[in-house]
């Protein structure tokens, strides 16, 4: 007979937990699946109701933003060249400009880099222009706001200085966020500024910004289109009719990298991140080149279908490589095969015009000419996410922050976007018991993401008419060209022609 | 778990440290622990007592916590010290097949971890919930004696079990009130009966105490507890009413027309009832809408069941067929001629062994059946009862009750292995008959987790023991016997938060989650139209002999090798050609046809010498292969 003491079920004390009895038997627990199932669908049904990606938009930009130059070492700070030739550095924490450069170029930016120094207060940023052909070094106290002492502060963010004060300085140093500000320069009149230095005042930063002078300016008779900087050197490359290698403190460029004799316009040119002496760029031609800066020479090259706009290095894979192109596609090479992209992306309906890896390597990032921008995981080839607004024009850069969190774009609307990486998560910080409820619901999803259900209200997204239709078409066009394709290959000779996998098509000849 | 982890057995004694030790030293060790002093002990030791007995400190522990002991779980790594010891966990087979790395290793990892928790379940099982000791808790007798365990009777057992136990065995008498319908909560924790002419309590009949009870003065056919103890649902003369605990009528259905039999789906929150018109109707209670109601084609229905595993519900109708219902077709799933008369019990069976497998019915014929869900064709087993048979029920454990006039017939072991031979054509041996001189349990049910059987007759009801019929270990997340406001709460919520579409209900309880296999479009039309390219992936497999079940028909390499050779566009499922070796090839048919026109020209003697050659090398590599001549290896070998 059962007999069941009530010592044993019920709690010790008013305040102990009630005593809990398992059995596992699949008999007392019917319906698994379906509950399960049932827990999967709220999970994601409430992933996709928090899901609010926009963070803020950070304005400022008197014409439209075409490039994005993120800082590698700071988390907190992006600077962005707009079309007027204006550069604003946007402190991403306090959400407002700290610094603005009115008239650092004749007409338009093209690209921004940041120097890869340690000394915090020393920070520059390398800016280069599209049309009057000068790159130009800036140095600013404002790049790390609240130092306060000229040279206290030696070493990075991440490692304390070398002297002891410098540890003191070593909150405040907007390392991490911004949380000082003094934008007396010259004169310490020792007034404490009201609401803890969070109060800016506009109009002195502006004319600082409009009396700052760079302290170094190379000039060349092309316009440049891209820069990049080395990851610990003082070198970066430059992106013009050639790609050239430049010095921090020399006029004049190291070296000239150039393909045969191509004579093609670079657009982009980055430099690898852990093999760090091997750059690749992108250019007019269709081509994507890479070169080896100790031999000074072009390694190899392919051409391909289409022009690539953006191209970018994955952080932790070292041979591998995304390109934007313009036949709305990315695709990532592998360059010790470089006959056929290792994966395509598909999903935009205009160019792709700028790509960015997350720090972890494993997905990316990439903003294109339909307005939109997508989030990829690197292992398939459908988008995992997509951001619109109705104000957001043109996308013409993207950036991943270095802390993968947020995801940064630059529009024709002059604005620059902050968006989460991932649309649902929750800002702020997560308790115990709620981070284990969110993996669990990330685990029941990910349960059941193939079945119909689960996986419809996981991808659905909605995006605007305009893309919605163009989607649309696209898909159509595609689907007849390949249908007429079948067609034709069924009423010629058998084995004729063989369909061709898209994959081998992208590259037209990989020339050495 | 420690005390049972105790009583399990004693574990191997330690050894001391050092390899060299022996049985002196292990003594002095034992030494230590008979004199008791030196060494406090721990609650997991087993100490010693003056007189020689052993008691274990752990013995009195209370359950703390729900997590599998860390000692339960099973390592897979190699340093991991696994609980039994057994051979690391390999992924199957079949998973080397698979040509993606990333692919194969995630289904393997899935593989291994389905494995492992399937062992740690296993061992839990074991550890926890199998008895201390003897068998289920059934009564023993010695049958070489001749004693049966139909002949004990109620009062034997109330004289030999414990006092908490023999008090659970009680009866309401209840004169002139008509034949009384029980019902139980999940839990088995609370009581509701209904009286015929309209008497209606819902009691916690553990603690004895009365919740509510109404007179309703008009006639009742049944009643059943809602998702808790909260609600209740009787069906009365005309509608379906719902009251709460206190006995106020929250709800009266006005959908719900005559009803005689009603079901409740709890993970579904359905209120299932039929009536005598007999439609089928399926009410949500979370929601307050009929969700959809089915005409049966079959009368008024004499018999109500659901199956606590699938939610399909089952209708025993007047013709002497079964109707087995979801709330998804029109039609019946399964419809099947059981009795020659009417159906008026079925039974779906709960327990381990059966998980809403096998179904018994009885029917006014006089015979019980016992069906495997798996294959409807033939009953299992069938046999006759001599009283007529008004209702039956299964407990947690898969006993069978079968109640009629004058009594109940309780059954056990009815579908195990050892009765699957021709002994069971036989009628199977009762285990326990409960008479109830001069009355017809109208209503019979096994409390859920409790050696209860609770029965409805013209006075009232009885709660009986029958020892052995319920299931001991309760899961506290599921039903919890000893459930205290707060937790009833956190389950209310969180019940209906994992309600389960009415859509799910399926006769094939695996059926979520499963590759559709359909073959794309409705028609042969739309499946051969569309090119290759179009075909689903699936489909696409099954063409290029790469899906798993087509490999699986494949009966030798020759045909697989041939399928890869040739280029397969158009939709269409190649024809395996069957060829025979060597008369296909396009050398010998072109010869054939040269040779039939009986024209000879230098290309016809040119390939009548390629074809030679080619049969004489093939010739001398067989021989070679065989060993019938030695291949010249030496430095002349070039000169053949």
């Known amino acids: 007979m059962i007999s069941r003491s009530l010592d044993d079920h019920l709690p010790s004390s008013s305040t102990a937990p009630h005593p809990l009895q398992r059995n596992l038997a699949p008999h007392l627990h019917p319906f698994q699946k379906p509950r399960e199932y049932t827990r999967a669908m709220t999970a994601v049904k409430i992933d996709r109701m928090f899901a609010k990606p926009f963070v803020d938009a950070l304005g400022g930009h008197q014409d439209g933003v075409y490039c994005l130059g993120k800082d590698p070492r700071r988390v907190a700070v992006v600077a962005g060249g707009g079309g007027d030739g204006e550069v604003i550095v946007h402190s991403l924490a306090l959400r407002r400009p700290l610094l603005k450069i009115p008239n650092a170029h004749k007409g338009m930016v093209g690209g921004i880099c940041w120097t890869s120094e340690a000394k915090d207060g020393k920070r520059g940023m390398i800016t280069a222009g599209k049309l009057d052909g000068t790159i130009k070094i800036w140095r600013s106290k404002l790049f790390a706001p609240g130092l306060k002492d000229d040279e206290s502060f030696i070493g990075n963010e991440f490692a304390s200085g070398n002297r002891l004060e410098s540890m003191d300085n070593l909150d405040n140093a907007g390392a991490i966020g911004e949380n000082g500000f003094d934008l007396n320069e010259n004169e310490d009149d020792g007034d404490e500024e009201v609401g803890g230095g969070l109060t800016m005042d506009f109009k002195k930063r502006d004319r600082l910004g409009e009396n700052l002078e760079p302290t170094m300016t190379y000039t060349s008779k092309n316009g440049f289109n891209g820069i990049d900087h080395h990851r610990q050197d003082n070198i970066f490359s430059t992106a013009s009719n050639t790609v050239q290698i430049w010095d921090e403190n020399r006029s004049n460029p190291l070296s000239t990298l150039q393909f045969g004799n191509s004579l093609e316009t670079v657009t982009k040119v980055k430099f690898n991140q852990s093999e760090t002496s091997v750059l690749a760029s992108v250019g007019n031609d269709r081509t994507m080149c890479l070169y080896d800066i100790r031999t000074g020479k072009a390694e190899r090259r392919i051409v391909m279908q289409f022009l690539s706009n953006d191209l970018s290095w994955c952080p932790t894979l070292p041979t591998t490589m995304l390109l934007a192109s313009e036949d709305h596609n990315l695709y990532t090479f592998d360059i010790r095969n470089l006959n056929s992209p290792s994966q395509i992306y598909k999903g935009h309906v205009g160019g792709v015009m700028g790509c960015d890896w997350s720090p972890t390597g494993e997905e990316f990032v990439s903003g294109s000419y339909d307005r939109t921008i997508r989030l990829w995981n690197r292992e398939s080839g459908k988008s995992r996410d997509v951001y619109h607004t109705k104000r957001m024009q043109r996308v013409f850069d993207v950036t991943y922050t270095p802390t993968a969190d947020f995801v940064l774009s630059a529009s024709d609307d002059g604005n620059v976007r902050i968006w989460k990486s991932n649309a649902s998560k929750k800002l702020g910080p997560v308790s115990t018991k709620e981070r284990q409820s969110i993996e669990h619901r990330q685990k029941l999803i990910e349960r059941y993401s193939a079945e119909k259900g689960v996986r419809s209200v996981k991808e659905r997204r909605h995006v605007p008419q305009s893309i919605h239709n163009a989607t649309k078409l696209k898909r159509e066009m595609i689907e007849s060209r390949k249908v007429k394709e079948d067609r034709r290959r069924d009423h010629s000779r058998k084995g004729r022609d063989k369909p061709k996998a898209e994959r081998k098509k992208t590259v037209i000849v990989e020339q050495k | ?640």
């Not at chain 2, 007529?388 to 009594?407: A, E, F, R």
């Open chain 2, 1 to 640: 778990m420690d005390a049972l982890l105790a009583s399990a057995g004693p574990l191997p004694t330690k050894r001391p440290k050092g390899n060299n030790s022996n049985s002196n030293n292990n003594n002095n060790f034992k030494s230590n622990y008979s004199k008791g002093q030196r060494q406090r002990p721990t609650s997991h030791q087993t100490i010693t007592r003056g007189d020689g007995s052993n008691i274990d400190a752990s013995l009195n522990s209370i359950l703390s916590n729900t997590r599998i002991p860390s000692s339960f779980h099973h390592s897979n790594l190699a340093s991991g010290s696994g609980s039994t010891g057994s051979a690391k966990i390999r992924p199957d087979s079949s998973t080397n097949k698979i040509v993606d790395k990333k692919l194969r290793s995630k289904l393997s990892r899935v593989d291994i971890n389905n494995k492992q928790a399937k062992l740690e379940r296993e061992d839990v099982n074991e550890w926890l919930n199998k008895a201390v000791q003897g068998t289920k808790g059934d009564i023993e007798v010695d049958e070489e004696l001749g004693e049966k365990t139909w002949r004990i009777k109620q009062n034997d057992i109330v004289e030999n079990v414990a006092v908490n136990s023999s008090k659970k065995k009680f009866d309401l008498k209840m004169n002139d009130m008509g034949t009384y319908k029980v019902d139980y909560t999940k839990n088995g924790r609370h009581l509701a009966i209904a009286s015929s002419k309209g008497h209606i309590a819902t009691f916690d009949w553990q603690a004895g105490k009365l919740h509510s009870e109404i007179h309703l003065k008009e006639s009742v056919r049944d009643i059943k507890f809602l998702h808790s103890e909260d609600y209740f649902a009787v069906a009365q003369k005309k509608y379906v009413f719902i009251y709460d605990k206190d006995g106020v009528e929250l709800h009266k259905l006005k959908q719900h027309i005559d009803p005689t039999h009603m079901e409740f789906l709890p993970y579904h929150y359905l209120l299932t009832t039929v009536g005598h018109a007999g439609y089928l109707k399926y009410h949500d209670t979370s929601t307050g809408v009929m969700l959809t109601q089915i005409p049966t084609h079959l009368g008024s229905p004499h018999s109500m069941a659901q199956n606590s595993h699938s939610a399909i519900i089952h209708l025993g109708h007047s013709n002497g067929t079964m109707t087995l219902w979801s709330p998804n077709m029109t039609t019946p799933h399964v419809k099947l001629l059981a009795h020659r008369g009417p159906v008026n019990g079925i039974a779906v069976d709960p327990s381990e062994s059966s998980a809403g497998r096998y179904v018994a019915t009885s029917g006014m014929d006089g015979v019980v059946k016992i069906w495997d869900g798996r294959m409807w064709g033939k009953e299992l087993r069938s046999w006759h009862v001599r009283n007529q048979i008004t209702s039956l029920n299964y407990s947690g454990m898969g006993m069978l009750s079968v109640g009629g006039k004058s009594g109940i017939t309780v059954y056990r072991d009815l579908t195990s292995t050892t009765n699957s031979n021709p002994k069971n054509q036989f009628t199977p041996t009762p285990y326990l008959t409960l008479p109830l001189p001069s009355l017809t349990a109208s209503s019979i049910k096994f409390c859920p987790f409790e050696d209860i059987l609770a029965v409805g007759h013209e006075k009232g009801i009885s709660s009986l023991l029958v020892p052995g019929s319920g299931e001991p270990n309760f899961d506290s997340n599921e039903a919890d016997v000893f459930e205290t406001y707060s937790r009833r709460r956190e389950r209310d919520v969180r019940n209906v938060m994992d309600k389960i579409k009415p859509e799910l209900i399926t006769l094939n309880t695996d059926f979520l989650g499963h590759v559709n296999e359909s073959r794309g479009g409705e028609t042969h039309e739309e499946r051969n139209s569309r090119s290759f390219r179009q075909l689903g992936r699936l489909e696409r497999l099954r063409i290029n002999g790469k899906s798993d079940e087509q490999q699986a028909e494949l009966e030798d390499d020759e045909e697989e090798e041939q399928e890869d050779g040739e280029q397969i566009q158009g939709g269409k499922k190649e024809k395996v050609k069957r060829k025979m070796k060597g008369k296909g090839g396009s050398t010998s048919r072109y010869l054939r046809k040269k040779q039939k026109k009986n024209i000879v020209d230098n290309t016809l003697l040119a390939m009548k010498a390629k074809v030679a050659a080619q049969k004489q090398s093939e010739d001398t590599r067989r021989k070679i292969a065989s060993g019938e001549i030695v291949k010249e290896v030496g430095a002349l070998a070039r000169f053949g």
